[in-house]
């Protein structure tokens, strides 16, 4: 059951729902995601056969706008995994108080072993065949785990064509030459980054070279990361690793250089200076900050109680149990939670589809005073609640997020 990210993700809308008294018949709603589709999308592919894949989008809520989230490609894609991913985008945007709801969406499928091609032709079928539950005014999708501005440039053709007009603002994350914004591609990592130097602040430590950090996952989160924390807040990455293994370096790793190693080489395994470890003896490095920026479920129950970081940002989504969570707060490990963390990402998406939507676009320091000016401010309000409840800062952005969408479920009343 641990392993579920679809019950994980019940368990903490619960705890939430008692924490701030939420009227059972609304908890009842949030349980479940407003739609769901499945389809089947049959591709020809490069050798003349044809493979059928599984395509999935839930939209978890619309009560305060279009929803909004990521779609990823992997092997690993499941019905709860997306309806979990749905739910978390839905508080995210209501922790940073965005206009949307949440959704999430996913293909089952190996990118890796795709002719670009063969992943042209899946996204856009997967593009028409949800292609009604999509809008700029009804849900919104941007990147997530293997699907980069490329994919997204694929989505808005492709729905573009459907519906016979050019519409910038149907997906985020897309090429700055067809709508994207500044900042986009960083938004994410330069937020948790900023979500960092305000908790440290909180604790009373300046972050710099005595801050020692680890990271698991070096993709478009991770070692975003590696390079604001390591370069401009001067921070000493310590650990890094990926899904092939992890590096590490008590004297401090060079995050511009190891990313530049990643991209020739696949992976930050084998990093000129470094000694090779396992995932496992990441998560339990003897560090100041531990970045989660990999996939769910990273930090359960088995582990949590070798973890010796005294703070841990959570990067990716889900990647802290509820089990582990409780074992966590025992040992006085503060988590900043993901929906807090790494809403840098969608806030950027929001400013992309402002963008789109007046045809008027902003300049790179525009996008990041902005950004640093929402997250830090939905940060302090997390902080603050957390502090006048007494509860953990995850409880605290459920409470602010579980309570800004039930107010809005209530004054709009339930339909018919
Ligand atoms: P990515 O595909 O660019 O990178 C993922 C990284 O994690 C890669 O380095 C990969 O090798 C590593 N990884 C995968 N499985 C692993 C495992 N089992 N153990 C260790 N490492 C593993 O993806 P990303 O966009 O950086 O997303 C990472 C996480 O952040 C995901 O949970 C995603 O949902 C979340 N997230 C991403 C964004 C965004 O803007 N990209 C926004 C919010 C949240």
Redesign the pocket.
């Known amino acids: 059951m641990e392993e579920n990210p679809y019950q994980n993700a019940l368990k903490q809308l619960e705890i939430a729902a008692k924490q701030i008294n939420l009227e059972p018949w609304i908890h009842e709603i949030l349980k479940h995601c407003m739609q769901i589709s499945v389809v089947s999308l049959p591709i020809k592919m490069d050798d003349g056969t044809v493979k059928v894949f599984t395509g999935y989008r839930a939209q978890h809520s619309t009560a305060l706008g279009p929803s909004k989230g ?1 779609i ?1 490609y992997s092997p690993d894609v499941t019905m709860d995994e997306i309806k979990a ?1 749905s739910m978390w985008m839905t508080w995210k945007c209501a922790v940073a108080e965005l206009p949307y709801g949440g959704a999430k969406g996913g293909i089952v499928c190996d990118p890796k072993k795709l002719s670009r091609g063969e992943l042209e032709r899946l996204t856009r079928r997967y593009t028409y065949a949800i292609i009604n539950m999509l809008g700029p005014k009804k849900d919104v999708p ?5 699907t980069d501005k490329q994919v997204m440039a694929w989505i808005m053709d492709s729905y573009s064509i459907g519906v016979g007009e050019t519409t910038l603002g149907v997906v985020t ?1 897309k090429p700055i030459s067809i709508g994207g914004s500044q900042g986009r591609e960083c ?2 990592g330069r937020g948790l980054s900023y979500v960092a130097r305000e908790i440290c602040k909180k604790l009373g430590v300046a972050l710099g070279p005595e801050t020692t950090v680890a990271i ?7 070692s975003v990361v590696g390079v604001i924390l390591g370069q401009e807040m001067g921070c000493k990455i310590v650990g890094v ?4 293994g992890g590096v590490y370096n008590p004297n401090g790793i060079d995050p511009l250089l190891l990313k530049k190693h990643k991209n020739e080489t696949g ?1 930050v395994v084998g990093f000129p200076g470094t000694q090779d470890i396992t ?1 496992e003896e990441l998560l339990a490095l003897d560090c100041d900050i531990l970045v989660p ?4 479920n ?1 930090i359960t129950k088995k582990n949590a109680r070798n973890v010796r970081a005294k703070l841990i940002i959570e ?5 802290t149990t509820t089990e582990a969570d409780a074992i966590l707060e025992k040992e006085g490990i503060i988590v900043v939670p ?1 929906i807090l963390a ?5 806030i950027v998406s929001y400013f992309e589809w402002v963008q789109d939507l007046y045809s008027y676009f902003w300049d790179i320091d525009r996008v990041n005073q902005e950004l640093e000016r929402h997250i830090v401010k939905a940060f302090h309000k997390v902080y603050n609640l957390a502090q006048e409840k007494d509860v953990s800062l995850r409880t605290a952005a459920y409470m602010l997020a579980v309570g800004r969408i039930a107010e809005a479920i209530r004054v709009r009343g339930l339909y018919p």
Request: proline share 5%; hydrophobic share 30%; glycine share 22%.
């Open positions: 990521g990823r991913l941007a990147p997530d785990i293997n994350g938004a994410t698991q996952g070096y993709g478009n989160v991770g690793s990926d899904i092939m992976s995932n920026a990999a996939v769910e990273q990067g990716a989504n889900g990647p993901d790494n809403s840098g990402g969608v």
